[in-house]
Antibody, heavy 118, light 107 residues
Framework: QVQLQESGPGLVKPSETLSLTCTVS?????????WGWIRQPPGKGLEWLGS???????NYNPSLQSRISISIDTSRNQFALKLSSVTAADTAVYYC???????????WGQGTLVTVSS | AIQLTQSPSSLSASVGDRVTITCRAS??????LAWYQQKPGQPPKFLIY???TLESGVPSTFSGSGSATEFTLTISSLQPEDFATYYC?????????FGQGTRLEIK
């Protein structure tokens, strides 16, 4: 059973960089799957941010293209999200999840709320 | 980007009812569509992929159908635990996109 867990600061100041890590348990991130980030502003819908393949190749949402970076650390079985120049509009629950190269998100973390505020 | 439009945005129904939620894609996505159920305070739960294939462990009261630009999620007999918000998601091409959600409430 694949388990994912997000971790990182729950409060980030405007204009700073949001950094989150997703630790994957009981399944190697080197397997042929994508590892993605999805967010959900309070009371709103789901937005895909980006995904990284086990090889390190990435796909990003064009709406965030200039601000987002996703990396993978195979030695720690983790992948990470960095989102720069945050504003209040980036306040959301951030989820990490697994998906097949052409498939839905089958395993999700519990999510972590990140608030952007001074 | 491929846009997904769900209808209705909200729906009231009773236990035992049959309900259908529609998801329309702005272009042909073949059957590259998934459905999720989300309850408050929880991550989405993966229900259906490839438009009509039930994920393991999902009750058979759930079914999906459709192709190209029109898709449906049907719950044949609503159970109390089915009241939640439902999302469709396309994986035909990047960027991956979700529908805006359909909130299913108890009448």
């Amino acid at each position: 059973q694949v388990q994912l867990q997000e971790s990182g600061p729950g409060l980030v100041k405007p204009s700073e960089t949001l950094s989150l890590t997703c630790t994957v348990s009981d399944f190697p991130v080197t397997s042929p799957y994508y590892w993605g980030w999805i967010r959900q502003p309070p009371g709103k819908g789901l937005e895909w941010l980006g995904s990284i393949y086990e090889s390190g190749s990435t796909n990003y949402n064009p709406s965030l293209q200039s601000r987002i970076s996703i990396s993978i650390d195979t030695s720690r079985n983790q992948f990470a999200l960095k989102l720069s120049s945050v504003t209040a509009a980036d306040t959301a629950v951030y989820y990490c999840a697994r998906h097949e190269p052409s498939g839905g998100f089958d395993f999700w973390g519990q999510g972590t709320l990140v608030t952007v505020s001074s | 980007a491929i846009q997904l439009t769900q209808s209705p945005s909200s729906l009231s129904a009773s236990v035992g009812d049959r309900v259908t939620i529609t998801c329309r894609a702005s272009q042909d996505i073949s059957t590259a569509l998934a459905w999720y159920q989300q309850k408050p305070g929880q991550p989405p739960k993966f229900l259906i992929y490839d438009a009509s294939t039930l994920e393991s462990g999902v009750p058979s009261t759930f079914s999906g159908s459709g192709s190209a630009t029109e898709f449906t999620l049907t719950i044949s007999s609503l159970q109390p635990e089915d009241f939640a918000t439902y999302y469709c998601q396309q994986f035909k091409s990047y960027p991956i996109t979700f529908g805006q959600g359909t909130r299913l409430e108890i009448k």
